[in-house]
């Protein structure tokens, strides 16, 4: 079994891989003075509740937007699986060509689902990941990724808008019943959530009049779910994208 992770900002989610089906997937808090023992401690209880043991696990795929916990994820994996695990990166074959003016500042994650999205969906696709930041990363009909946008993630959004103003609550991110909020909460809620419905809306309109044709719409991270149900402009929401990546990519290089 292969075992691949995604390691962001906010949250690292992991996978289990028998074969091609995703066996089982979970979610941790990111925390970067967390220790390889301690996540290794964390992931001996999820795999020993999905009944699997460590020595089920042969094989190992990680990206990471994180770089201090690179070694510590190498670490874990060296100390307790006894694997040398794949870390998507410079030298490692994707199947991906980078069409940017400098191919290193793309994110591994990003190259992870712009493999899988190729794979799943064919191409050209927009890929759009809402997590700790909303990204669109856009791939060509040969699999190539040419281009991508980066802008403020919905959590992040609503947290700087508690911080940073005296009377405004923390809010809980769920979609309002009207756009035309009837008190500060449903107004921060419509706010948000329509809100950033509407930026993926508006980006997705000038993305497409910048290609010259509509091409097919994929939503992955943690609150792809939530905008895909206050919008019509998101094809396919696919919460396992960058795990899926990994995979493919650990068989380009593994065989």
Not at 75 to 83: D, N, S
Not at 157 to 166: H, P, V
Request: overall charge neutral.
């Amino acid at each position: 079994m292969l075992l691949a992770v995604d390691i962001g900002n906010t949250s690292t989610k992991l996978g289990v891989f028998d074969g091609e089906k995703l066996r089982a997937t979970w979610h941790m808090a990111t925390g970067v003075h967390r220790m390889a023992d301690e996540y290794a401690a964390l992931l001996f209880n999820l795999l020993h509740r999905q009944g699997l043991e460590t020595t089920d696990i042969k094989a190992a795929a990680m990206c990471s937007v994180v770089p201090p916990l690179i070694s510590t994820f190498e670490e874990l994996f060296e100390r307790y699986f006894q694997i040398k695990p794949l870390v998507v990166g410079a030298g490692v074959k994707t199947g991906v060509s980078i069409r940017m003016d400098n191919p290193r500042e793309v994110g591994a994650d990003r190259i992870a689902d712009a493999a899988a999205a190729h794979k799943l969906y064919g191409g050209p696709v927009i890929i759009i990941d809402l997590g700790t930041a909303t990204t669109f990363g856009i791939v060509s009909k040969e699999g190539d990724y040419i281009g991508g946008i980066i802008a403020t993630g919905i959590a992040t959004a609503a947290e700087a808008l508690f911080t940073r103003t005296s009377q405004l609550p923390r809010v809980e991110l769920a979609r309002p019943k009207h756009v035309i909020g009837s008190n500060t909460v449903t107004a921060i809620q419509s706010g948000i959530i329509y809100g950033y419905a509407s930026l993926v809306e508006g980006m997705l309109e000038r993305i497409h009049k910048e290609l010259g044709a509509k091409v097919k719409v994929v939503a992955t991270g943690g609150y792809a779910e939530l905008i895909a149900n206050v919008t019509d402009v998101i094809d396919v929401v696919n919460p396992d994208l960058t795990l899926i990546g990994l995979r493919l990519i650990y068989q380009i290089n593994k065989g």
